[in-house]
């Protein structure tokens, strides 16, 4: 059995190469696609996005670099996993118009909620905040109001923040504007992990050993936890400061010209792409999520809470994601797309593909996998992610660019070319693969895949493909 596995790798590892080789031309390190550029990094002490920690965005000079450096015309830009935006408010403080779709009420709120700051407050609206912020009126003595939880936000935060966070609350309720009580439900869901026992790591929230979970055997220790006064205060300062001084950070445009319009859909991009008229826009910019079994219902529990998700409402979101979980069940996608029979042939003919979720397969049966879910994760994965570059395809104007952030991934010791084969599927539906750039420093493994396998780098990359 060890010799058909090992035989069955080296197959794998032969296709690889010939996916290389055919893409060999467009295969180029960027050194100017830093780390910091591709990730959230970029982002963290600029103005408005630095209010809310998204790890899962790129920066706002990615967007701006990739619209200087292949000239994209004035129109329209589109991201069908717009996360909080940044293509979005970029596009437009450049002079685009934006469109996006997110799925995520945590992502949603972030967008609306930045648009309704960066656009839409008055200096009476903002002397509020600064009132709020100054003379803490939730400590008044208030009744809390009782928190909405779920099974995984349980005893999340210590019993005196608890209770001031069911204050403010309380006190929010009272508020009589709209406007500035939308901001400050904000402030709050963006101080939520700094008060809380918990930490977003990857597939989930860790929790810190002062929360009592685990029968004392959790000795993790996330640090500081901030006293909830202290945080909120911090964070109305924060956003009052940028809505007065809002800086663009943009590196190539030395003055703005008009700023463009921003529309935001809410749900699935599966599920609205269809709905979106064909050749509208003239760049999409996007990064979805990434093959890595990353469950942000889960990772952004505290914050969906907070909205008042529950417990149906949350499984339900998670099943509308695209598959990136391994509890991500089959989507019926010929429901979806209008032309899926040609979407599924594309699909079912990418050998490399096959390859490894035949290997995938094996190791099931033979139970080496941590997690049986694997397989039908990727294969689902890429079977949407062919639908939705289909319909990307469909709905961007010709000579249009697509540009996509995503990484490599790793199961079971064998590497998955995710930037080789989605542009190999985006070939097949009738793209042209200008380039697959790649950032100059290359992502690792988790510490069961090293331990096991050793360590091997992944690519990180920006896919350039072009509409002819």
């Known amino acids: 059995m060890t010799l058909l596995l090992n035989n069955h790798i080296e197959i794998i590892i032969d296709c690889h190469r010939a996916f290389e080789n055919h893409f060999s031309d467009v295969l180029k390190v960027a050194p100017s696609l830093t780390r910091k550029i591709v990730s959230y990094q970029g982002n963290k002490n600029e103005p408005f996005y630095r209010w809310y920690k998204y790890k899962e965005a790129f920066s706002s000079s990615l967007v701006e670099y990739l619209l200087f450096k292949y000239n994209i015309p004035k129109g329209t830009v589109f991201d069908p996993f717009a996360g909080i935006g940044t293509t979005l408010f970029t596009s437009s403080l450049l002079g685009y118009d934006s469109e996006g779709i997110e799925l995520l009420p945590v992502g949603q ?3 609306f909620n930045r648009i309704l700051a960066q656009f839409d407050m008055k200096e009476s609206d903002i002397n509020i905040l600064e009132k709020w912020k100054n003379e803490t009126p939730w400590n008044s003595g208030i009744n809390p109001q009782k928190l909405n939880y779920l099974r995984i936000t349980q005893g ?7 209770r001031r966070i069911g204050q403010y609350l309380a006190e929010l309720g009272r508020l009589n504007n709209d406007k500035v009580a939308k901001i400050l ?9 700094s008060v809380s026992y918990t930490r977003k790591d990857g597939q989930y929230l860790r929790w810190d050993y002062r929360s009592g979970r685990g029968n004392g055997q959790n000795t993790f220790d996330k640090g500081k936890i901030l006293s909830f006064n202290k945080a909120i205060k911090q964070k109305l300062e924060q956003i009052i400061y940028d809505i007065k001084n809002p800086r663009t950070g943009l590196l190539f445009s030395e003055e703005l010209t008009s700023i463009g319009t921003i529309k935001v859909h809410r749900g699935s991009c599966l599920d609205i792409l269809p709905q979106i008229d064909s050749n509208k826009f003239k760049t999409i910019i996007t990064s979805p999520p990434y093959c890595n079994r990353y469950d942000y219902t889960r990772t952004y529990a505290l914050e969906h809470a907070l909205l008042g998700i529950n417990e149906v409402e949350l499984s339900n979101l ?3 994601m695209l598959s990136c979980t391994v509890e991500n069940k089959p989507k019926k996608l010929y429901d979806i797309c209008v032309n899926y029979s040609k979407v599924d042939k594309i699909f079912e003919n990418q050998k490399l593909l096959n390859l490894i979720l035949d290997y995938l397969e094996k190791q099931k ?14 294969r689902g994965y890429f079977n949407e992610m062919a639908v939705v570059i289909s319909e990307c395809f469909r709905v961007l104007g010709n000579n249009g660019y697509m540009f996509m952030v995503n990484d490599n991934v790793r199961y079971a010791g064998v590497c998955i070319p995710v930037d080789l084969i989605l542009s190999k599927i985006a070939e097949d539906i009738g793209f042209e693969i200008v380039n697959i750039l790649i950032s100059p420093q290359n992502k690792g493994n988790s510490s069961q895949q090293m331990g096991d396998y050793g360590r091997k780098a992944m690519r990180k990359c920006v896919y350039v493909w072009r509409k002819p």
């Open 156 to 162: 999340a935060y210590p019993k005196t923040t608890e």
């Open 109 to 111: 709120e972030i967008i």
């Open 318 to 320: 998670r099943q509308t």
């Open 185 to 193: 439900l904000f402030a709050l869901m963006c101080i939520l992990e």
């Open 365 to 378: 049966i033979d139970k080496k996998l941590n997690n049986n879910g694997i397989p039908r994760m990727i």
